[in-house]
Every structure is written in C-alpha cells, then in structure tokens.
Nanobody, 125 residues
C-alpha cells in the first residue's frame, strides 16, 4: 500500500528526493511521515506532514535541510533532502497514520499503522 523510491548513493553535500506512492485509503486524510533507521540504531522519525499538508514536523537533525511535502491529487508524499551528510545514511521508510485526521502531533512509530518497504540512502564523505 506504500511504495517508497528515490534512494541511492550521493556524495556529502548532495541532494536526493524520496517519493512514496500510496493507495487512496492509506493516504487520504492521514498524516504521513518519513522515518529512518541507520545501521545498528533504532528507527527514528525524520519528518511528518499533516493530512491537509498545512503543518509539518522535523527532527532537529534535519531541520533546514529536509523538506516534506505531499501531493494529495497523486496520493504521494515526498522528502526533499539537501546538504546531505554521511550521518544521514540509513534506510528511509514512509508511513501512514493509523488515525484519520489526527489533530495531535504523531512522531512515534506506534502512531503509524502502514509502512513502506524502505529505500536505502547512502551518503559518502
């Protein structure tokens, strides 16, 4: 129901754009998020966008460098990643909220019921 793409190998300072295509039922009126999991580390939230697209949340480590957006006509969420650093190397997962039109901030894995397969981003130094 969620298909992530766009990962790859990039040099430090470069950019990548991740995409996540969803089915209508797993996208419409749901908050969407990107998480990542680096080798040997727990999965962590990267960015979240509200179902309406009007509100976003970013982890401190990516603020000012990453931008999350959504195209509700295409049922797709994006993560534009600029000024990439080696510490951004991870498998990136898109996720859809378990709750319709949630009004509270949702930054934990437990809040998301639908997950993509992950796409690997490798940033070389």
């Amino acid at each position: 129901q969620l298909q992530a793409s766009g990962g790859g190998l990039v040099q430090a300072g470069g950019s990548l754009r991740l995409s996540c295509a969803a089915s209508v039922s797993t996208f419409t009126n749901r908050r969407m998020a990107w998480f990542r999991q680096a080798p040997g580390k727990e999965r962590e939230v990267v960015a979240v966008v509200r179902w309406s697209g009007g509100s976003t949340y970013y982890a401190d480590s990516v603020k000012g460098r990453f931008t999350i957006s959504r195209d509700n006509a295409k049922n797709t969420v994006y993560l534009q990643m600029n000024s990439l650093k080696p510490e951004d190397t991870a498998v990136y997962y898109c996720a859809a909220d378990s709750v319709w039109r949630r009004t509270t901030v949702a930054v934990t894995e437990a809040s998301y019921a639908y997950w993509g397969q992950g796409t690997l981003v490798t940033v070389s130094s």
